[in-house]
T-cell receptor, first 116, second 114 residues
Framework: AQTVTQSQPEMSVQEAETVTLSCTYD???????LFWYKQPPSRQMILVIR??????QNATENRFSVNFQKAAKSFSLKISDSQLGDAAMYFC?????????????FGTGTRLTIIP | DTEVTQTPKHLVMGMTNKKSLKCEQH?????MYWYKQKAKKPPELMFV???????INESVPSRFSPECPNSSLLNLHLHALQPEDSALYLC?????????????FGPGTRLTVT
């Protein structure tokens, strides 16, 4: 079974600084997808960034980028120029597209606090 | 339009009540999901519908009954719930095919069972 581990339950960062959230996963598959989702307090869960395992290039979305190390099964999220609106619970998630087993497996989450 | 809507936003029900949660998407997505989320925990998958057919049931108690009337709608019928069923219930949808497998989540229904 696939597992996703986020070893940092809580992180904090000064506004405008850079922070990196860690995620590791365990799988025997070679073709899969990885996601970072953000869930602000009492608000909707939204997709931050996605990475296809077959792509070597790390995904970027504006201030958000990932460091995808397939051999190490590591998928960290870097947030540059942190803003107050980045405060949220961040979930790393793994997905494999086997028909009948289309599950999104979540990590336990990292609560990010932005210090003004 | 990348929106998944859920109604109601809040629901309080007794253990003998029957109620339903509703989810709707108009993105043409072929897969829809129900999740249960407890405070400070990740979402837990309950059910997956693919092309309007139930493809995954994560051993959810029968007091939760999903229904997919059409490709845009997903319901969750609730009956004889227990206080421990109180949680945020999230609906999500996805295209479910390469290259975009990401799921779009609704705002959730916060359920309290008294």
């Amino acid at each position: 079974a696939q597992t996703v581990t986020q070893s940092q339950p809580e992180m904090s960062v000064q506004e405008a600084e850079t922070v990196t959230l860690s995620c590791t996963y365990d799988t025997s598959e070679s073709d899969y997808y990885l996601f970072w989702y953000k869930q602000p307090p009492s608000r909707q869960m939204i997709l931050v960034i996605r990475q296809e395992a077959y792509k070597q290039q790390n995904a970027t979305e504006n201030r958000f980028s990932v460091n995808f190390q397939k051999a190490a099964k590591s998928f960290s999220l870097k947030i540059s120029d942190s803003q107050l609106g980045d405060a949220a619970m961040y979930f790393c998630a793994y997905y494999i597209s086997n028909f009948g087993n289309e599950k999104l497996t979540f990590g336990t989450g990292t609560r990010l606090t932005i210090i003004p | 339009d990348t929106e998944v809507t859920q109604t109601p936003k809040h629901l309080v029900m007794g253990m003998t009540n029957k109620k339903s949660l509703k989810c709707e998407q108009h993105m043409g997505h072929r897969a829809m999901y129900w999740y249960k989320q407890k405070a400070k925990k990740p979402p837990e998958l309950m059910f997956v519908y693919s092309y309007e057919k139930l493809s995954i049931n994560e051993s959810v108690p029968s007091r939760f009954s999903p229904e997919c009337p059409n490709s845009s709608l997903l319901n969750l019928h609730l009956h004889a719930l227990q206080p421990e069923d109180s949680a945020l219930y999230l609906c999500a949808s996805s295209q479910g095919r390469a290259p975009t497998y990401e799921q779009y989540f609704g705002p959730g229904t916060r359920l309290t069972v008294t």
